[in-house]
């Protein structure tokens, strides 16, 4: 008799196990197995309890220096990196077919741009370059000096697959330099001694090992090899090629994504071990675990941008963004006398000229036209800018020294010659158009950007000015001098976004920006 879980089961006669107990024996193996099968879908037991493995497909030829990045990445933080290792075309399918994962790291650009045409990567951001060069025993016994030297009759060559990047760099490699035919002809030969091997690693091993006379690997992998020597190329050289992360829309956890792209990317975390692997890398920014972005905003930008910069910070596992509204001439000052912002973003071009020596090239993303706003049911009849000259007409302007909008209001009335004229009806002049707003009822008529009009209809009206002048013109730019260029610029990617462009719309600007 045997008591399993409370239940009495007595032996068969013919004395064998009872069935239930070999089903509860069978069902504890198979649950066994489940847990084993669990654990390594899991990463293993080191990563941190209740967080999945971020998984990271990789280009084969970068797994040297992508294992040191992820194993030092582990030991800080406890998160387990899941990669796989596989050419850069067949990991791109696998992206399409199954959607999964978090992050994209092939070995050529073209892989992460075509995944970003796609829609498959969000952000993007830059690792390291690399060249194809070829390869060949120590002392080049062969004497191979250029690309012609590999349709040698008397040499023996490895070639990647057109599923690696290498692969199919090698191949239009020959196509630029004229040899389609031979090298097709050489690769059909199966007499030949022109060998397909697969991956990149394969093509370094096998000339390593004697198996063919050379090859066309990565600079960044030919330095691994001792035993081998790299031959420079015209033809190779004009592939240089730009190695960057992508994270993938498919992931369930951006946020984590982002901090293990943003540590494999810093200058002094994860680069420095592209650059032993062999790799030039770029110049990445300081790492900081939650690194503090600030940004300079004309004032007439806050509705438009608010929801944009809360929505980056939170994506991106950033505390709030520091920022500071107000009229441009103010910003501008604090600007001279030493302020640094990560990021400026004008209400117009005028303001930005004044300070463009501390940004890179800016971009103009919107434009914002001059309206007046008047008391409900207009009762001074104000139809134009004319009119504001009425006598007794108690007006409010921006003040032109300290705003974009004060200078633009002064150069229309300069430009239609009814300066001087409303001169004496300028009854008050702020530094933002939301307070002139806000003084309105105190006034008879106040001169503001259309945006800071959008939601007060149901209180004033608003009387468009027709003149083609009258827009200011809005750009953004990245400081020369931000800590964290890099993640500066990938805010300027969520600026001009198209998300951003429907909350511009939203508040009244049109939107310019238009990518080339």
């Not at 000052?333 to 912002?341: E, L, N």
């Not at 209001?409 to 939301?434: H, S």
């Not at 429907?502 to 080339?516: D, I, L, T």
Request: glycine share 8%.
């Amino acid at each position: 008799m045997t008591l399993i879980g409370g239940l009495v089961l007595r032996r068969p006669a013919r004395g064998g196990a009872h069935p239930l107990a070999m089903i509860f024996g069978v069902s504890l193996i198979v649950a066994g197995l489940l847990v084993a099968m669990l654990t390594l879908l899991s990463g293993g037991n080191s990563a941190t309890p209740g967080k999945k493995p971020l998984i990271v497909l990789v280009g084969a030829s970068l797994k040297p220096a992508f294992e040191a990045v992820a194993k030092s990445y582990r030991e800080q933080y406890g998160v387990e990196i899941q990669a796989q290792y596989d050419a850069s075309d067949n990991l791109l399918s696998s992206i399409k077919i199954t959607h999964t994962g978090d992050l994209f790291l092939p070995a050529e650009e073209l892989y992460i741009n075509r995944a970003r045409g796609e829609g498959l990567v969000k952000e993007v951001l830059a690792v390291a370059h690399t060249r194809p060069v070829i390869a060949v025993k120590k002392g080049n016994p062969k004497n191979i000096k250029d690309l012609n030297d590999l349709l040698r009759t008397d040499v023996s060559v490895g070639v990647a697959s057109p599923a690696a990047a290498i692969g199919r760099l090698t191949k239009e490699a020959f196509e630029r330099s004229g040899k389609t035919e031979e090298y097709n002809t050489r690769r059909k030969n199966t007499d030949s001694k022109f060998s397909e091997l697969g991956k990149e690693p394969e093509v370094g091993n096998s000339i390593k090992l004697g198996a063919v006379d050379a090859g066309i690997i990565w600079d960044s992998s030919a330095t691994r090899y001792p035993e081998l020597e790299a031959i420079s190329d015209t033809q190779l050289n004009s592939f240089d090629q730009q190695v960057s992360i992508g994270v993938l829309s498919t992931s369930s956890d951006a946020t984590r994504a982002l901090h293990f792209a943003r540590y494999l990317t810093a200058r002094d975390r994860g680069l420095p071990q592209f650059k032993a692997a062999g790799y030039r890398v770029d110049d990445g920014d300081q790492w900081a675990e939650s690194p503090e972005l600030s940004v300079f905003l004309g004032a007439m930008l806050r509705p438009a941008m608010t929801e944009t910069l809360k929505q980056f910070a939170a994506r991106e596992g950033l505390p709030p963004i520091k920022t500071v509204y107000n009229g441009c001439g103010i910003l501008v000052g604090q600007m001279k006398v030493g302020a640094r912002p990560d990021m400026y973003f004008a209400c117009d071009t005028s303001f930005m000229n004044q300070v463009q020596d501390l940004f890179d090239k800016a971009d103009v993303i919107s434009s914002n036209e001059m309206v007046i706003v008047v008391q409900k049911g207009n009762p001074k009849g104000i139809k134009e800018l004319k009119d504001l000259m009425k006598p007794g007409i108690k007006l409010g302007v921006g003040e032109e020294r300290q705003c974009a909008l004060g200078w633009l209001t002064k150069d229309v009335l300069d430009r239609t010659n009814l300066c001087e004229k409303i001169e004496k009806n300028i009854a008050t002049r702020l530094t933002t158009g939301d307070m002139l707003i806000a003084a309105m009822p105190a006034l008879d008529a106040v001169i503001v950007y259309k945006s800071n009009a959008m939601f007060i209809k149901d209180r004033f009206d608003v009387i468009p000015v027709d003149l083609p002048q009258h827009f200011a013109q809005q750009p953004v730019a990245v400081s020369k001098e931000s800590k964290y260029r890099h993640l500066t610029e990938r805010l300027l990617d969520a600026i001009r976004s198209s998300e951003s462009q429907a909350r511009f719309r939203e508040n009244g600007f049109q939107w310019v920006y238009n990518p080339k």
